[in-house]
Nanobody, 125 residues
Framework: QVQLVESGGGLVQAGGSLRLSCAASGRTLSTYNMGWFRQAPGRERDFVAA????????YYTDTVKGRFTISRDNNKNTVYLQMNTLKPEDTAVYYC??????????????????WGQGTQVTVSS
């Protein structure tokens, strides 16, 4: 199995940027589709972005399209989420997840097999 550790969260003003990292150990990330999800207080965990094993298929939720970019460096066994033009509504705990399933990455959290512990992102207005 794979262990995932997120980092890079913090407090930022609206309009600012953060880059989240998800480092893996135990197994190589190249064997997994990867996803980012987020959970705001009092809300369910929501899909943010997903990336296929080879990095050629990317999905984003509509609210982050054009602002967030998911990428991976399989040599570093790390997945990233570059977040630009942040808004207060982006405030949440962000989780990365690994999916050992089929070729197309999933938007559903129930399809993911391994999860990190989460990193807090707070955007002030």
């Amino acid at each position: 199995q794979v262990q995932l550790v997120e980092s890079g969260g913090g407090l930022v003003q609206a309009g600012g940027s953060l880059r989240l990292s998800c480092a893996a150990s135990g197994r190589t990330l190249s064997t997994y589709n990867m996803g980012w999800f987020r959970q705001a207080p009092g809300r369910e965990r929501d899909f943010v972005a997903a990336l296929s094993r080879g990095g050629t298929i990317k999905y984003y939720t509509d609210t982050v399209k054009g602002r967030f970019t998911i990428s991976r460096d399989n040599n570093k066994n790390t997945v990233y989420l570059q977040m630009n033009t942040l808004k207060p509504e982006d405030t949440a705990v962000y989780y990365c997840a690994a999916d050992a399933g089929p070729v197309t990455p999933s938007r559903s959290d129930s399809d993911y097999d391994y999860w990190g512990q989460g990193t807090q992102v707070t955007v002030s207005s």
